[in-house]
């Protein structure tokens, strides 16, 4: 099984405000749900793959994090990034310890 979690977010990684809204990513065309806690759990039973995002040219001051773990760069690897309309779609492939 192959597991990827593909979500949108601002270029300063969150993934909805403080208060959950979401009218952010609707100014640009977006859809998403806040699934950050689950891939997050996903991460810490070694069974997520891949992540999948989709930056939004948009800046939050304060908002809800796209992945509530730490996850250094050590562990990811670019596989893929392109331009979609406004957004870049950007995959990395996770290593796992």
């Known amino acids: 099984m192959h597991v990827t979690y593909t979500t949108a977010t601002t270029v300063n990684g969150f993934l909805a405000t403080e208060d959950d809204s979401l009218d952010w990513l609707m100014a640009v065309g977006g859809e998403t749900q806040d699934l950050g806690d689950l891939a997050g759990q996903f991460l810490d039973a070694g069974?997520?793959?891949?992540?999948?995002?989709?930056?939004?040219?948009?800046?939050?001051?304060?908002g809800k994090s796209l992945l509530p773990r730490d996850l250094a760069s050590d562990r990811l690897t670019l596989v893929q990034a392109r331009q979609i309309g406004q957004f870049i779609e950007a995959t990395w492939r996770i290593s796992h310890p």
């Open 47 to 62: 069974l997520l793959d891949e992540i999948t995002l989709h930056l939004s040219p948009v800046f939050l001051a304060k």
